[in-house]
């Protein structure tokens, strides 16, 4: 079993940046992809980026590409999200997710997920 650790959540101004982290107990052996999805109040969870190790590549939403960047590493078993130029609608509980493939921005067939980072950004 895999655990899944956010942290790096907290309040901004617009503009702002927030560091996400997400410290996994391991990676799998097999292929994986891994990555952030996110749910604000009365919204259905929706898919921010997702790394491939298969695919080696990174994939956003249209929301927050060119704001966002997701990076890992390996050695940490870590992956963050750097997040810039955050505005309100960025506002919601960030979930770190580990799965099988990436499918654009969200992480396919979940087997893993952790228990949410708040972040806010306020205008």
């Known amino acids: 079993e895999v655990q899944l650790v956010e942290s790096g959540g907290g309040s901004v101004q617009a503009g702002g940046s927030l560091r996400l982290s997400c410290a996994a107990s391991g990676f799998p052996d097999d292929d994986y992809a891994i990555g952030w999805f996110r749910q604000a109040p009365g919204k259905e969870r929706e898919g921010v980026s997702c790394?491939?190790?298969?695919?080696?590549?990174?994939y956003y939403a249209d929301s927050v590409k060119g704001r966002f960047t997701l990076s890992s590493d390996n050695a940490k078993n870590t992956v963050y999200l750097q997040m810039n130029s955050l505005q309100p609608e960025d506002t919601a509980v960030y979930y770190c997710a580990l799965g099988y493939y990436c499918s654009g921005p969200r992480v396919k067939a979940v087997q893993y997920w952790g228990k949410g980072t708040q972040v806010t950004a306020s205008s």
């Open positions: 790394i491939s190790d298969l695919q080696k590549s990174t």
